[in-house]
């Protein structure tokens, strides 16, 4: 049996209108209750969710990107740099609270949304990326890691989730500067 094509898509996004802020909240609180990738434990509903993304969109060190399945937003991911004080870690950058809606996982949304935070990394001069993962989340484990991200250490009191203390894994992968130029941390780009 066939399976449909979706369409999904991949973007930075500078706004937000009311029907996609309410989607993304929806597809938030899915991935918070099925137990992964935002770093809540227990949904937050649609108001402190907005609040949240709204305020994401106002930060300039953040870049919010929008996972979207035929259309519609249903999961996120956000790029941290580094403040413009800490030169030392200018060439680095975060990627944090990244997920997928539990109802519209399995169609390649994961993996393309990592990728394109990793892009935008990239164009704007970042040579590593960094992440952490809660030992729990198998899943998004083995994505970054099937993406080359390097597992460099485990910390054993990582988080506490429903009264239990897990551990949670700490990745980076370098970057591949743009254009093809060869990767050298001791230089800036």
């Keep these: 049996m066939p399976t449909a094509q979706h369409a999904l898509q991949v973007e930075r996004a500078e706004t937000l209108d009311d029907a996609e802020l309410a989607d993304l909240c929806e597809a938030t609180d899915a991935a918070i209750i099925e137990g992964g990738g935002f ?24 870049e919010l990107f929008v996972a979207r399945l035929d259309g519609v937003p249903v999961g996120s991911a956000q790029l941290i740099r580094p403040p413009r004080n800490n030169e030392a870690q200018a060439f680095g950058a975060q990627l944090t609270h990244a997920y997928i809606a539990p109802y519209a996982r399995g169609h390649g949304l994961a993996r393309l949304l990592v990728q394109r935070v990793e892009e935008r990394a990239a164009a704007l001069g970042h040579r590593v990326l960094n992440l952490d993962v809660r030992e729990t989340q198998a899943t998004a484990i083995a994505l970054f890691e099937s993406l080359g991200y390097t597992r460099w250490g485990t910390h054993p009191a990582y988080a506490r989730v429903k009264g239990r ?18 990767l050298d941390l001791r230089r800036p780009a």
């Design 39 to 62: 770093g809540w434990v227990d949904p937050q509903g649609r108001e402190a969710l907005a609040r949240h993304f709204r305020g994401v969109l106002l930060v300039p060190a953040c």
């Design 165 to 182: 203390t897990v551990a949670g894994h700490h990745y980076y992968k370098l970057l591949e500067p743009p254009h093809g130029r060869t």
